[in-house]
């Protein structure tokens, strides 16, 4: 079944497969699920602006969905410029 909305998880509430992505030895805190037909190149450059906090990491499924897993608790992330980048806007919701 596709997913028509973007999953975040603390990373020990993740579904066992998402989590099993990780294979740094760094305990990461969070973990984000973003179906295919939602990921645009925007979201990566977000992402990554905020991994200058912490270390972020991207994987892609089987089924061409995206995952990141990151250090940083979301609050420390969403706080920072970059973390405007996420914010739900007008000019950004699919037609």
Known sequence: MALNHIMVWKFSAAP?????LHRSPQNPEWIVLI??????GDIDEAVFA???LTTVSRYETKDGDVVYIGNAPLEQIMATS?????AARPDRVPS
């Open 50 to 52: 905020a991994g200058k």
């Open 82 to 86: 970059a973390g405007d980048r996420f």
């Open 16 to 20: 066992q497969h998402l989590q099993r």
């Open 35 to 40: 179906p295919r037909e939602l990921h645009r």
